[in-house]
């Protein structure tokens, strides 16, 4: 496919997805979600990318939200697929099986923020902010925003930041768990590769599993959950990259994991 609306770029194992919508600051339309929805099958069929980032073009913004000239146009029966849609692909990205990185590099508002919550890891330039003003707007979070910060932050702050629309700063970011690490923005793009690349060493297999227990523990019960965790990680045992990590390990050399 050819992409109108964002750049996809691989580059040593490494899937970079950038929105690229500086006009209007990167915001999400539909045609953006469905290139985006295209780049992240790309990463999953490729065997040889191992971890994926998303950032957006410029510093202003990762991504400033939807496109409001777009939300303005649509009915009852449009507004509804247009969340569906957003959830589906932020669901996709969620559920990928293997790591995403989020590159906030600016502002990241509404859908914006909601991009982010549905990757892995979440990397912020200090100078970056992440906010939620639907309720301003007269609507209300519609990718999945009310569901994932909950479960990230807890719900009585999701409830403040939800219902104040207040922004939330870097240093205010890291303290309550939004996002992993906070770096200069000058630092953004190579503390992402440094991480991406750490990443890339492990078991593709290991980390597709971990991520399938993380996500399907989060929505069942704990004794579930334990026992899922059991099947999963015999799977893990029995895989020839088990068997490498193993052998590396004893043979005091890096391990050369293949994904079986």
């Known amino acids: 496919m050819e992409f109108q609306n964002i750049m996809y770029e691989v580059k040593e194992g490494l899937a970079w997805i950038t929105i690229n919508r500086p ?17 992240v099958d790309e990463v999953e069929k490729d065997g040889n990318i191992l971890v994926a980032i998303i950032r957006g073009t410029g510093e202003k913004a990762f991504v400033a939200g939807a496109d409001i000239e777009e939300i303005s146009k649509l009915d009852l029966k449009g507004s509804f697929a247009y969340s569906k849609r957003g959830q589906g692909v932020f669901s996709k990205i969620e559920r990928l099986g293997k790591p995403v990185l989020a590159a906030i590099n600016g502002l990241a508002l509404g859908g914006g923020a909601e991009l982010a919550l549905a990757c ?4 912020m330039s200090e100078t970056a902010k992440l906010g ?6 007269g609507g209300i979070p519609g990718f999945g925003g009310t569901q994932r910060l909950p479960r990230l932050i807890g719900k009585s702050r999701s409830l403040w930041y939800i219902m104040m629309g207040e922004m939330i700063d870097a240093s205010k970011a890291l303290e309550i768990g939004l996002v992993h690490k906070v770096v200069p923005a000058a630092g953004l793009e190579e503390e992402c590769k440094k991480i991406a690349h750490l990443l890339a060493k492990k078991s593709p297999l290991a980390m597709r599993l971990a991520l399938q227990a993380i996500h399907a523990g989060m929505e069942i019960g704990q004794e579930e959950g334990f026992l899922l965790e059991s099947n999963l990680m015999t799977i893990a045992s029995l895989s020839n990259d088990k068997k490498e990590g193993i052998n590396a390990f004893f043979q005091k050399r890096p391990p050369k994991f293949t994904g079986d």
């Open 120 to 123: 892995t890891l979440r990397v």
């Open 132 to 137: 939620f003003p639907e309720l301003g707007l």
């Open 23 to 39: 006009s209007v600051m990167n915001a999400l339309n539909t045609a953006t979600l469905e290139e985006l929805s295209c780049a």
